[in-house]
Nanobody, 122 residues
Framework: VQLQASGGGLVLAGGSLRLSCAAS????????VGWFRQAPGKERVFVAG????????KYADSVKGRFTISRDNAKNTVYLQMNDLKLEDMAVYYC????????????????WGQGTLVTVSS
């Protein structure tokens, strides 16, 4: 599975962005997908994840109520809608795929996209 993350950019605090994770290769619909983010000097942390069918989702407490993850298996794409962005959301965002259940731990993901930068200004 090859993953391509896109949609990052510069946004004012309180604004919105939608990230996309487009997949190619093996059957994307057989993989759970997670979004992680990494700020400068910090470790990569879980943001949101979605199960194979899209029926199960998981969010970090810091983004609950503001971010929504969804998937369109017909388009081999997973989305992360980010609303009410805060300065602390600024990071490089990565999407990743796992053949198992969605996990908050990066080690369980086999495939990673290249990352897309989200910059939030005040």
């Amino acid at each position: 599975v090859q993953l391509q993350a896109s949609g990052g950019g510069l946004v004012l605090a309180g604004g919105s962005l939608r990230l996309s994770c487009a997949a190619s290769g093996r059957t994307f619909s057989s993989y759970g997908v997670g979004w992680f983010r990494q700020a400068p000097g910090k470790e990569r942390v879980f943001v949101a994840g979605i199960g194979i069918s899209g029926g199960s989702t998981k969010y970090a407490d810091s983004v609950k109520g503001r971010f929504t993850i969804s998937r369109d298996n017909a388009k081999n794409t997973v989305y992360l809608q980010m609303n009410d962005l805060k300065l602390e959301d600024m990071a490089v965002y990565y999407c990743a795929a796992t053949p198992g259940d969605v996990s908050t731990t990066p080690i369980w993901y086999d495939y990673w996209g290249q990352g897309t930068l989200v910059t939030v200004s005040s």
